[in-house]
């Protein structure tokens, strides 16, 4: 696995982590324990050395990652989060006070089984508590040596500013893939011009850009997509043809589809780290294989031609989830 330093004041990590999400939150059940244990230990022999959870995907996400990794907890890097009250991201109710961001990390420092996070991100900006208080509260987690970098996610670039003349931010996490590319207009050159680097989630577009996925497909109770715009039907024929010109590009490539999403992601900038998430071996293994893919010039025109004659339609959030980002 190739390395990329995450930004000019993170670690370095493998250029694909390890989004845990979808483990215990989001797609519906939880996947069994052990099972679970396994995958993130395989991702970690198959050269994955940066892992990403968050307090919001539930106290057994965290605790997951801490009896996977303990063994090896030197040399991989963990990103946690914190900012939704009572850590419940269902009630789209925010919570950055000082003493919440304290309360996290200790929680998450015993989840974790170890001394120090070593990415701490806002999981959304709160509107109630200035920036300069989190990342200044952030701050002093640091000196004290309970947290390594700062990061925010979903956050706008004046706040991306802001926070970064208080406490110097590491990476921002948001999403970005072939259909979500919000963050190329004013997210990006902020980032390039802060030594900033960016960790986008939902790399293969929540699935959509696997090809798996048609008007016919039923998601499971507890699937987050059921409430998605983007995910509606109409727009999933919409916007069907991206999907198939990425299949039509991975096939003549002789690699995946999502592997084609995942390599288009890394052939941006050098300081993009994606984090696919997934729950099962083989998908692992696919998605990590995209390090190995390189797109030419004439691949990436390719597809940027198809992505101009095709924009995506369909909010990828509610309109609550919206508000909640871009602050």
Known sequence: MKMRQLGNHGPEVSEIGLGCMGL????????DHRDAVQLIRSAYDLGVTFFDTAE????????????????????????????WKDGN???????????????????????????????????RVDPNVPIEEVAGTVKDLIAEGKVKSFGLSEAGAA??????????????????SLF????EKEILPTLEMLGIALVPFSPLGKGFLTGKIDSATVFGEGDVRNSLPRFQTEARIANQKIAAAVGELATQKGVTPAQ?????????????????????LDRLKENIGASDVRLTAADLHQIDHVLAANP?????????????IGG
């Open 24 to 31: 215990t939150f989001g797609y519906g059940p939880a996947t």
């Open 56 to 83: 919001a995907y539930g106290a057994i996400n965290e605790e997951l990652l801490g009896e996977a990794l303990e063994p090896v907890r030197d040399r991989v890097v963990l990103a946690t989060k914190f900012g």
């Open 180 to 183: 979500t590319r919000d963050v």
């Open 312 to 324: 995506i339609q369909g909010a990828r959030y509610t309109e609550q989830g919206m508000k909640l």
């Open 89 to 123: 991201a269902g009630t789209g109710e925010l919570d950055s006070r000082p003493e919440r961001i304290r309360f996290v990390a200790e929680q998450s420092l015993k989840r974790l089984r170890t001394d120090r996070i070593d990415l701490f991100y806002q999981h």
């Open 260 to 280: 084609i999403a995942i390599a288009w992601l890394l052939a941006q900038r050098p300081w993009i780290m994606p984090i696919p998430g997934t729950t099962k």
């Open 159 to 176: 706040t991306i500013r802001r926070a970064h003349l208080v406490q110097p931010v590491a990476a921002l996490q948001s999403e970005y």
